[in-house]
């Protein structure tokens, strides 16, 4: 980050403006390239990247509020209530595409009414929709749809419009990041590391896994992140294997404590970020010192590998296999430092943005200003397991780590 995090009228920072514009461009892009007209994007963080106004984030988890954004025809439309009037003030960039039931309605999700009742409701969205495609001259071509009931499909297929999947062209929106955005992921990695700072200066072994994840909340939140999507924070024995979740348990002295906040959300957007620490004690067993030394090597070694032109079909290959490895003892690790073995994937607005890394997506070749996350774990089971996760920009020849909370030296703390 070159300058803080508020707006000034003194320097360039980030512009706003520039973003919603700059990534509603790249949307049309990939409504032609993937020959859609249009599409119906319930989404909660493709909502967001098309510009659409806050919604609480609740609403991440039901395919209730959505937005229509038409091929060429500008910002996307948005059904509003009669009563809501603020959002006029708020989002002034969608001007005429706040619209009301009579233009475009919602019927929401319709909770023990009886079938005929939802196939009124969603039959008036249907036609609406296919009368604003027809305006807009795209009513020829498919519509996409990201994910909902079967009855938004039902309603858009009886009012005479192909339906198609609406995920692939927003997954390929995202994949690559403008300058705004980049800067605005790097933020987001500032807000884990005050995080990480109020656990380093504050944790003392006797407390307890939830202890240390709210000291790490209170950083983040302080920091100004929105939210965060999950936690996964484990000590001991619980590392091996890891159970991705947390627990009241005490944390001893001379144990590994993992602290994962999941894609905390800054602006919209996401990195992941994990650290291992050493609590209680300077000195690592045999077993602790390996695992720790391993996975941190790993990280090293794609810092040297990511670099514009390799694929992510090359990429994955690389790696013997997926998720975790488990050993038995200190000389099956040695054994395993020379190879590379990875969690790897895209990041950004969604915790699933492009490029993805599975052999059967289409094969894709890393450019400037993509943005992928690594995460080794390794644990031997019942003793003990490390991961340390970054989140990389591919640059010019490389990459940048927005993670720079130090992890090539093992980091002690509650001493």
Not at 186 to 200: N, P, Q, V
Request: net charge neutral.
């Amino acid at each position: 980050m070159t300058y803080g995090k508020a707006a000034v009228d003194w320097q360039q920072r980030v512009d706003f403006d520039r973003l919603r514009k700059d990534r509603l461009a790249r949307a049309h892009q990939m409504l032609h390239k993937w020959g859609i007209g249009a599409s119906v994007v319930f989404n909660w963080d493709s909502g967001r990247y098309l510009g659409r106004p806050w919604n609480h984030p609740y609403a991440r988890h039901i395919p209730w509020r959505f937005v229509l954004i038409i091929r060429d025809a500008g910002f996307p439309y948005y059904p509003i209530a009669k009563f809501d009037t603020q959002v006029f003030a708020d989002c002034p960039w969608l001007k005429d595409r706040l619209v009301r039931e009579d233009v475009l309605c919602n019927p929401g999700i319709i909770f023990n009414r009886p079938w005929a009742d939802q196939e009124k409701r969603w039959a008036r969205f249907g036609q609406q929709v296919a009368d604003l495609l027809k305006a807009h001259g795209v009513s020829d071509l498919p519509i996409g749809v990201d994910y909902a009931s079967p009855i938004v499909i039902d309603s858009l297929t009886k009012a005479g419009l192909k339906v198609v999947d609406g995920n692939a062209w927003a997954v390929e929106a995202t994949t690559m990041k403008t300058d705004d955005e980049i800067e605005l992921m790097r933020m987001s990695a500032t807000c884990d590391e005050l995080g990480f700072a109020r656990l380093a200066r504050e944790f003392m072994p006797g407390q307890t896994e939830d202890h240390a994840r709210a000291l790490v909340a209170s950083g983040i939140f302080d920091a100004g992140a929105e939210f965060l999507e999950g936690w996964v924070t484990e000590s001991g024995p619980r590392i091996a294997p890891r159970g991705f979740n947390w627990s009241d348990r005490v944390v001893r002295p001379g144990e590994f404590l993992t602290l994962e906040p999941c894609h905390v959300t800054y602006m919209g957007y996401k990195v992941c970020y994990s650290r291992t620490f050493l609590v209680g004690t300077t000195r690592p067993t045999p077993i602790q010192k390996a695992l720790y030394e391993t996975v941190a090597e790993m990280q090293q070694k794609v810092a040297e590998l990511l670099k514009p032109g390799i694929t992510n079909h090359e990429w994955t290959r690389i790696r013997p296999n997926v998720g975790t490895r488990v050993f038995k003892g200190v000389a099956d690790i040695k054994e395993f430092r020379a190879t590379i073995q990875n969690h790897f994937g895209g990041m950004g607005i969604r915790y699933d943005d492009g490029p993805q890394t599975a052999l059967d997506e289409p094969e894709m070749v890393l450019e400037k200003n993509m943005c992928v996350a690594y995460a080794p774990q390794i644990y031997v089971p019942g003793v003990a397991g490390a991961k340390i996760e970054n989140t990389y920009r591919i640059t010019d020849d490389g990459c940048e780590s927005f993670c720079l909370w130090p992890y090539e030296d093992m980091p002690c703390i509650g001493l």
